[in-house]
């Protein structure tokens, strides 16, 4: 006789097992209709599932998250039978959720077309339409390994292989010839998935992620609750194709990449500006909130990473190298044991504490080449950490006032929609447990001041403490996760961190770790797509270009250059013999703000024609007066 309790506390007794199908004819018409898989303490299950014991039970819809995932799995399933289906003999492997959508990998001869892609698509409407029951079953491990040999699933089997031996395997069909080994769960039928779907690109992928196995042909494809939800996705794709950094990048001359050195960005003279101009404002809003900057090396003897537990965990990821005297260094892949050994130069008191210690560090890290992906995923970066070295008493004052300079930080550049992630202790940690109450309490105390909302990602914290991560929302939709705050209660000891106490006694600091944009190269690329281009004018590279209208005006248009130039202004003036509608246009394209231009009226007013960005409006005003106006806009937003 198992009681069910809802969400909403409610709890009905039943007189026998019952499956999720009941249980929401139970509770209403309408859920009946929208429910697609249930939580049953705590696990998903298909409504198919016999609840046999007393549970607390929630109805997932299209609403919930779990909902929308179910959908997309669902999709990816009924894409791997339609390519089936229409390429026999197409071996199928892995098919995941992932964000946005979902994806399948494929064993096939021929590539894959875009053309072939429309006829797939086509196909699974048609499977959505015949509205196909999905079946569970649950198969014994050698019957299932012999099965999926015997249809040539060769992929299948070795997955199968790879199954740890006391876990259930299940087999899902959907309809009666096509059926996949799958943890589940799933929809009760095809139909409930809809049609807001489309596949989106092909692209290679190695089996299980190895390149030193088979390439295989990976199918992309988008889904949605709806045919809404669907379009409005499509247009942040298209959006962000022609904010895409690395297009931009080239149009406005910042930055490149060369093979000779993969992951790694060859600054030009407009991004190293746009770069340094990022830290000026960062090094002077750390100035004012306490923070005393220093520089670590960047190599560093392997014993260091040994103590302080990265070699375990991040050596595969490291970049070594062993000198004539037999020793081995590695290029740092962070920045904490270096700055945990200037906190350990000389005696440190309590009176000290808070100790804040940031450093814009530059550290590598091994990624493989195929996911590099411009500024946002390179091997070498510059990191804008910081330390916060302070009592266990400070870790909550600490946490609200990091939390409120980062919010503070993104404000200023444009970034209206922040959310927070919190991550607390997962099993395998290191500490004592009254301090990472106290940890999780602090962190908990900061995120609640904000008033922001958050999630709760449970178990997911760092072994040596819990983390907030901040997650940005762009112009056009998307999601960044960009500032971290991680309370560390483990590297501090490892490497021998203490102050006096007010009792004399030696004790162990606590270690905040925190930064803000993360990475500076990462960070930068994601400002240029925020503003596709059109950055704010006092973090541009080039914010003036002054444009004389023929050769007769060069002589003012300079001096408009040196005295511009004179006040910090990023200005170029652009002599070349070209027409001035064809300057304006390649100006334009490189996403100056401001055009100065000057003519015969201008000299003899001693004045300047303002065209801005964007603008085919301009204005004519006196020279000292535009560079009034020049010099309160070049301001840092500080």
């Given amino acids: ?320 190298s062993e000198t004539p005297d037999e020793k081995t260094f590695a290029i740092k892949p962070m920045n904490c044991p270096g700055c945990v050994q200037v906190f350990n130069q000389g005696l440190k008191s309590y009176r000290d504490l808070p100790l804040k210690l940031s450093e814009f560090g530059k550290v590598h890290r091994y990624e493989p080449s195929g996911a590099l992906h411009g500024l946002l995923r390179v091997r070498a970066f510059t990191q804008d950490d910081a330390h916060i070295f302070c009592t266990e008493e400070q870790i909550t004052e600490e946490c609200i006032t990091v939390t409120n300079l980062i919010l503070d930080i993104y404000r200023d550049l444009g970034f209206k929609k922040v959310f927070l992630k919190y991550s607390d202790r997962p099993k395998k940690r290191v500490g004592d447990d009254n301090i990472w109450d106290k940890s999780e309490k602090a962190l908990l105390a900061a995120i609640k001041k904000t008033n922001l909302d958050y999630e709760t990602n449970k178990g997911e914290g760092a072994f040596y403490g819990p983390k907030i991560e901040f997650v940005l929302r762009d112009a056009i939709g998307r999601d960044w996760q960009c500032g971290t705050l991680q309370v560390d209660l483990n590297l501090p000891s490892r490497l021998g961190a203490t102050f006096v106490d007010k009792d004399g006694t030696k004790k162990t600091p606590v270690m905040l770790h925190r930064a803000l944009f993360g990475s500076l190269e990462r960070f930068i690329g994601i400002l240029i797509e925020n503003y596709a281009g059109k950055l704010p004018f006092w973090l541009n590279p080039t914010q003036v270009v002054v444009l004389p209208i023929s050769e007769e005006h060069n002589k003012y248009a300079k001096k408009i250059f040196e005295e511009i130039f004179k006040e910090g202004i990023n200005c170029e003036v652009d002599l070349r013999n070209q027409k001035i509608n064809y300057k304006i246009r390649e100006h334009s394209l490189a996403k100056v703000p401001l055009l100065f231009i000057c003519g015969d009226k201008e000299i003899k007013e001693e004045s300047v024609t303002i065209r801005k960005l964007g603008s085919e409006e301009q204005e004519k005003i006196k020279l000292a007066q535009a560079k009034s106006k020049i010099m309160l806009l070049n301001k840092l937003p500080i």
Wanted: glycine share 6%.
């Fill in 1 to 320: 006789m198992p009681q069910i309790q809802l969400l909403d506390g409610k709890q009905i007794k039943f007189s026998k097992s019952i499956n999720g199908f009941d249980l929401v004819k139970k509770i209403s018409k309408s859920l009946e209709k929208s429910a697609l898989i249930m939580e049953v303490n705590g696990e998903l299950k298909d409504l198919s599932f016999e609840i046999k014991k007393d549970s607390k039970v929630k109805i997932i819809t299209e609403k919930d998250k779990e909902g929308l995932d179910v959908i997309r799995h669902d999709a990816a399933h009924i894409m791997a039978m339609s390519v089936q289906e229409l390429f026999p003999g197409t071996q199928v492997t892995i098919g995941p959720v992932i964000e946005n959508g979902f994806y399948y990998d494929f064993s096939r001869k021929e590539p894959f077309t875009t053309d072939d892609l429309k006829k797939i698509e086509k196909r699974m409407s048609e499977i959505i339409d015949r509205d196909v029951k999905t079946k569970r079953e649950v198969w014994e491990r050698n019957k299932a390994i012999g099965h999926f040999k015997k249809i040539g699933e060769k992929y299948k089997a070795e997955i199968i292989k790879s199954i740890p031996e006391k876990e259930e395997l299940s087999i899902y069909h959907h309809g009666d010839t096509w059926h996949d080994l799958c943890r589940g769960p799933h929809l009760a039928s095809s139909k409930k998935i809809g049609k807001a779907f489309k596949l989106t690109k092909v692209s290679g992928a190695y089996w299980r992620g190895d390149s030193n196995n088979e390439m295989l042909q990976r199918i992309y494809g988008t889904c949605w609750s709806s045919k809404k939800e669907l379009d409005a996705y499509l247009h942040r794709l298209d959006e962000a194709e022609k904010r895409d950094h690395r297009k931009l990048g080239k149009e406005m001359d910042l930055f490149h990449f060369r093979e000779e050195s993969p992951g790694s960005v060859f600054w030009h003279e407009k991004g190293w500006n746009l770069f340094q101009r990022l830290i000026e404002y960062m090094r002077l809003k750390q100035r004012n909130a306490g923070y005393r900057e220093i520089n670590t090396p960047e190599l560093l003897d392997k014993s260091l990473w040994e103590k302080s537990g990265h070699w375990d965990k991040f050596g595969d990821l490291m970049f070594t």
